[in-house]
């Protein structure tokens, strides 16, 4: 894994998730709120996850290790939650940018939330976030069409079809 595939591997995390964001936005209310028995309840239970895992993910990489995730309550609404997510891109991107080759492979060191030390190179922590939130991506897909909406594909071979058309 070198910086190039980390550049890509973020901005198609960013495509990807505001795909999701924008799939899910016509629900209504009841429905962003709902139960539907997933890993973390429904869409605002699991988005607020995937959240809540970059946002930790990202305090490690400033030194930082946090004792517990943000809760659902802490976003109400789907666009209180788009809005953080806004700021927290834009944070990314400017560590991405900062990065080098030699940085991805140095041992991050850092805290779980239960106090539990651990180290792993930065690259393999960066590509973990990013498929953790492909992964509870995916789950968001299923719910979605439980709720009677269209899903779209977040594939990363889409992502990277959408980049050559724009190419051309």
């Known amino acids: 894994m070198n910086l ?9 995390d960013k495509w990807a998730t505001n795909r999701i964001i924008d799939m899910v936005t016509p629900l209504a209310q009841e429905q962003y709120d709902k139960n539907l028995s997933s890993s973390h309840g429904g869409v605002r239970g ?3 996850h995937i959240y809540a895992a970059d946002w930790i993910w990202f305090e490690r990489w400033k030194g930082n290790s946090p ?7 802490d976003f109400p609404t789907l666009a209180s939650l788009r809005e953080k997510w806004k700021g927290h891109f834009t944070e990314i991107e400017g560590f991405v940018k900062g990065l080098t080759d030699k940085k991805l492979l140095e041992r991050w060191s850092y805290k779980d939330i239960k106090g539990n030390a651990h180290a792993e190179p930065l690259g393999h922590q960066m590509q973990h976030k990013v498929n ?13 069409r439980q709720l009677g909406l269209k899903a779209q594909s977040t594939d990363l071979i889409n992502y990277y079809r959408l980049q050559e058309k724009e190419k051309q």
């Open 132 to 144: 953790h939130s492909s992964y509870h991506r995916g789950q968001i897909v299923t719910m979605v």
């Open 67 to 73: 004792t517990s995730l943000i809760q659902e309550s």
């Open 46 to 48: 699991t988005l607020t």
């Open 4 to 12: 190039q595939d980390i550049e890509n591997l973020y901005q198609y």
